[in-house]
Structure formats: structure tokens, C-alpha cells
């Protein structure tokens, strides 16, 4: 597939861009997540791009607003918002080996940002950084990040229906 601009009539979905999608393992897990939620996706191969670029693309281009990049043989996905700056995705996992269940917690917190949901956030109770993001936040601050950019999300997109 090749990633074109969205067209009117296309169907509600979160874009799925990827290169490096012939054994889709990434995507897969990211689909269940998804699914799980009851949001539809599509999935269109890049031929270059990086991640955060290829999510940003698939936000602004998809009708629910709502993208997600995947380089498959780094194992690096990025989850973006259109109206989010292009340096500043929502979440972040790898480069390196990504386990199933942040993939599909992924796949899962792209559909709770379409449908205004709560977003699921990994506890970091073993120690580890949180498997959404480079930087290591507690909880607590994650909770007000994701808080703070849905507020901003809702802001623009009520000023846009009142502007329109």
C-alpha cells in the first residue's frame, strides 16, 4: 500500500504507517490492541520515513486524527495526535525488542484518544522506565501529561467547531 491523503469518504480509522511491515509482528500486536477497544484501523507501507514523522503523517491524514508509526526492524512506534506538535508524539516505545503487551497497550490507548477515553499508562513498579516513554516520569506526572495534552486536544478541536 502506499500512504496517499485521506479522502472524505474514507471510513473512521486510526492510520497505521510502517516500513519494514512484511512480517507486521509489531502491527499485529498494536491490532489487538485496537480491536479490543472497537476502533478500526488502516495500514498503509512507507518506503522511508522516520517513526515520529511516519505518525505524525498518519495523524494528520487519518479521520479520526489519530496515527501511529511503526519501524519494524528497529521495533520503534510512535502514537501521535494531529493537532500535537510533530516533535512531541503522545508515546514513544523502543528502538530495541518491544514485548506484546506495551505493543498492545499502544494499539489500545490510540483508540481510548479517539473515543476521549482514560489512557492506559504502565505502573513502573519494577523499577523499570516506563515502557511509553524515554524519559522516566512517575505516575503521577505521566497522568498529568496525557491529562494536559487531551485537555489541549478537546480545546482545539472545540475552537475549531466553533469556528467552522
Do not use: W
Amino acid at each position: 500500500m502506499n500512504p496517499r491523503f485521506a479522502q472524505p469518504e474514507d471510513k473512521p480509522a486510526v492510520y497505521i504507517y510502517g516500513t519494514g511491515l512484511s512480517g507486521a509482528r509489531i502491527v499485529e500486536k498494536i491490532l489487538l490492541g485496537l480491536e479490543e477497544e472497537g476502533v478500526p484501523a488502516k495500514i498503509f507501507e512507507a518506503k522511508q520515513g522516520s517513526p515520529e514523522n511516519m505518525a505524525k503523517q498518519a495523524a494528520d491524514r487519518s479521520p479520526v486524527g489519530v496515527g501511529v508509526g511503526v519501524d519494524e526492524d528497529r521495533e520503534f512506534v510512535v502514537l501521535h495526535h494531529r493537532d500535537l506538535p510533530e516533535k512531541t508524539p503522545l508515546f514513544i516505545l523502543g528502538p530495541g525488542p518491544l514485548e506484546e503487551t506495551p505493543l498492545r497497550n499502544l494499539g489500545a490507548n490510540a483508540a481510548r484518544l479517539v473515543k476521549g477515553n482514560p489512557m492506559i499508562l504502565a505502573d513502573g513498579s519494577d523499577g523499570k522506565p516506563d515502557a511509553f516513554c524515554p524519559i522516566k516520569f512517575s505516575r503521577e506526572q505521566l497522568e498529568q501529561l496525557v491529562k494536559e495534552a487531551i485537555a489541549k486536544i478537546d480545546g482545539l478541536a472545540k475552537s475549531h467547531q466553533r469556528a467552522h
